[in-house]
């Protein structure tokens, strides 16, 4: 659970619930809820500009900031982006993925376990798993930040991935072992890094079409691309779309620029547009700073 300074007393009287998946300390701005309608037929309108459209949930399930986190990464690298949910223009139904390019799973609940998650989703007017996986098995691509990584696996879960997702600090030489903001040192596309991450999931994923992009110190992976039927997924644990206030708020060493690298490089992996020029790779990502990650 991430909870700002203020509400920490608060905090300290909630009942502790496992794998609380990556809430963020308060959002980070991209955009207003405000979005452009859907058209006539129930399907997001396209953009005039004729960019990619990423729709991101923004609801119960997902935390305060973690949605604009997201939108501001994906707008970064080209992406009209729009938000799903059950305050915003855009909601669940039949053609809400038609026309869509990426949907996007963002970081989760502050304070609710994966399970809690996912029956907020389930409650909400429209949604059914089904939709996300006729979407994605029918060519369709599916990014999952932290707890959209947990829900890519099962049980409970949209069952995307060619495996299941399972807790990090809970693993076995695990280098983080607390529900806690931190830097975690992740090896990614060998070259080692450090990102933001707050009781992320790691992957056990298996088969040709599973690509392990990163890997934590104990060899779990830690963000990997996969393929869904005719459509992609792709998962991390740590946060890429973290901003610099992310890192301020719980005085950790910014690596805000490393992750927005990272997640360019995850992007174009997931799109199959890794030779674009503007794709990062081992080359393009800087290296992780010297400062000390403040881990337990």
Known sequence: MRVGRGAAAAALAAVVLTATA????????????AS??????????????????????????????CPEAAHDMLEHDGFAVRYIGPKEQDHWGPDALSGVALYVQPGGTNGQEVTTAWRGLQREPGFSPELVRAYVRGGGHYLGLCMGGYLAGRNPGYGL??????????????????????LVDVSWRGQPQRMYFQDGPYFDVHGPDADVLARYTNDRAAAVVASYGAGRVAVSGPHPEA??????????????????????????????????????????????????????
């Open 36 to 65: 452009a309608a859907p058209d006539q037929g129930g399907r997001p309108a396209p953009d005039p500009d004729g960019r990619p459209l990423a729709l991101v949930y923004r609801g119960p399930a997902a935390c305060d900031g």
């Open 22 to 33: 990556c809430g963020a300390p308060s959002p980070s701005g991209g955009g207003d809820r």
């Open 161 to 182: 991935l060619p495996g299941d997702s399972g807790q990090y600090i809970s693993s076995d030489g695990a280098t983080v072992t607390d529900e806690e903001d931190h």
């Open 243 to 296: 901003p610099s206030e992310w890192y301020r708020d719980y005085d950790l060493p910014d690596e805000s620029q490393t992750g927005l690298g990272l997640g360019e490089d995850l992007l174009h992996t997931l799109m199959g547009t890794s030779d674009s020029p503007t794709a990062a790779t081992p080359s393009t990502v800087p290296p992780a700073s010297a400062a000390a990650a403040p881990t337990s």
